[in-house]
């Protein structure tokens, strides 16, 4: 550890110059702000292209931590170890890219420049925007409080700092009520939260419990998922194991010294349910960086970067792009989203510096690995128009071992080894190769 530690500070040496007391003013070809899955992947794809300064990327990022999020809920699950969910930054992001350990707070579009919490400048050709979602705990009264209290049996996989408490606490639950919730906003991963007490429902029933513990998985949703045919399934997972599920049902409130959760029905505004728990897992509200949402001229009324579903270009300006979470594109937030949004955003990105048409079109791809349990997992596909968009010549409504396997061992080894090289474009690919052995619908 001693090693990886000196590696990464050999890293930062070398990528970064610190001068202290002063303002520093960059320029580049590319600017990158963030360094999470869109980030790093695009840093990498255009890094090979753009590699010698000023005309080189330059990575925004404050963090000294990368972590693989989809593995959250199998770790939360007791299914995988954290230590491998995380990589230093140092060592993801691309060598041939500058990476500024900071934060950028102020965008000037109309000046191609950004300014960082350090005072400095970047000026831009061109700039990618990755900042995924900011998770908002504060907005849940009594959650952060809840989170801190060992002993709360309240827990969330969804942050690096609380997802290892999540396999403890589901363990020493024994009886009484496990709730399970999905927040009334945009979530990475939607179909984690439900995941997530899939998997509990079956670690408890395979240690006798499960007689004594209730299971609710309380969603704001008015569909248990988006996709009608994955829905279908799922509500079959639901019955066989008699989990309940409560629709249009929002967390607002946690008094942990009461064991009580408090929700809101959506169906009629403003009617409180008041829920007993003996373990609760909560998904927090999420949402754009406030970074993002203090700058008005690049976003929506809701604060996320506006840009064209298709091209993944600015609505406004022509020089800005946008990838993954943190953009209006109305896909499901994954990390397969990204893959494939990687592969339009670079070729657009060569076609516009070419002076050339944008030609890229993302179709809305997005793929979530919906664990039922260990060995059991449902691969849903799909596009923008919620309908399957499928890769292998199975019925992928199943829960299949394979499937599980691939989301547990073959995903992370993609993500690690390529992806985050710049070297994975999606299945798109794979499917066309498979297409000639699946049967005619």
């Given at each position: 550890m001693v090693m990886m530690n000196t590696c990464c500070g050999i890293h930062r040496v070398r990528r970064m110059a610190i001068f202290a007391g002063r303002e520093m003013h960059h320029s580049c070809k590319v600017l990158v702000v963030g360094g999470g899955t869109g980030g790093c992947t695009m840093a990498a794809k255009l890094a090979r292209k753009f590699d010698k300064a000023p005309n080189h990327v330059i990575v925004v990022e404050p963090s000294e931590i990368h972590y693989y999020q989809p593995m959250f809920t199998l770790i939360g699950g007791g299914l995988k170890k954290f230590q491998s969910s995380r990589r230093f930054m140092g060592d993801v992001l691309p060598k041939k890219a500058q990476w500024l350990k900071d934060s950028v707070m102020s965008f000037e579009p109309e000046s191609n420049k950004v300014t960082t919490s350090n005072g400095d400048t970047i000026q831009y050709d061109l700039m990618i925007v990755a900042m995924g979602l900011?998770?908002?705990?504060?907005?849940?009264?009594?959650?952060?409080?809840?989170?801190?209290?060992?002993?709360?049996?309240?827990?969330?996989?969804?942050?690096?700092?609380?997802?290892?408490?999540?396999?403890?606490?589901?363990?020493?639950?024994?009886?009484?009520?496990?709730?399970?919730?999905?927040?009334?906003?945009?979530?990475?991963?939607?179909?984690?939260?439900?995941?997530?007490?899939?998997?509990?429902?079956?670690?408890?029933?395979?240690?006798?419990?499960?007689?004594?513990?209730?299971?609710?998985y309380n969603t704001s949703l008015p569909v248990i998922f988006?996709?009608?045919?994955?829905?279908?399934?799922?509500?079959?997972?639901?019955?066989?194991?008699?989990?309940?599920?409560?629709?249009?049902?929002?967390?607002t409130e946690i008094n942990r010294d009461k064991k009580e959760a408090v929700f809101e029905n959506l169906k009629n505004p403003g009617e409180k349910i008041t829920q007993q728990y003996s373990f609760l897992h909560v998904c927090p509200p999420m949402g754009p960086p406030d970074v993002l949402k203090n700058h008005p001229v690049l976003t929506n009324e809701a604060g996320f970067l506006a840009v064209d579903a298709k091209t993944l270009r600015h609505n406004r300006f022509n020089n800005i792009y946008g990838i993954g979470d943190c953009t209006t594109t109305p896909n499901s937030k994954t990390m397969a989203a990204i893959a494939s949004q990687a592969k339009v955003l670079h070729q657009n990105i060569l076609d516009d510096l070419k002076g050339k048409s944008l030609q890229g079109v993302y179709n809305g791809y997005a793929s979530c690995p919906l664990v039922t349990g260990p060995g059991k997992c449902i691969l849903a596909e799909f596009d923008y128009n919620l309908q399957p968009l499928e890769t292998f010549p199975v019925d992928q409504k199943n829960e299949m071992w394979i499937m599980y396997f691939m989301k547990k061992e073959f995903f992370p080894f993609l993500y690690w080894n390529f992806m985050l090289k710049g070297y994975w474009n999606g299945p798109e690919f794979i499917r066309k190769l498979l297409k000639v052995f699946k049967k005619s619908s």
């Open positions: 900011q998770l908002y705990w504060a907005k849940i009264p009594g959650l952060v409080d809840a989170l801190r209290d060992p002993d709360s049996q309240v827990c969330s996989i969804y942050g690096p700092e609380t997802v290892q408490g999540v396999f403890d606490k589901m363990k020493k639950t024994t009886r009484g009520p496990g709730v399970f919730t999905f927040p009334h906003t945009p979530v990475k991963c939607p179909g984690a939260p439900q995941k997530i007490a899939y998997i509990a429902e079956d670690f408890w029933t395979r240690k006798n419990h499960r007689k004594d513990i209730e299971v609710i988006g996709v009608k045919k994955y829905a279908d399934a799922l509500w079959g997972v639901c019955e066989r194991r008699n989990i309940r599920v409560n629709l249009q049902t929002s967390l």
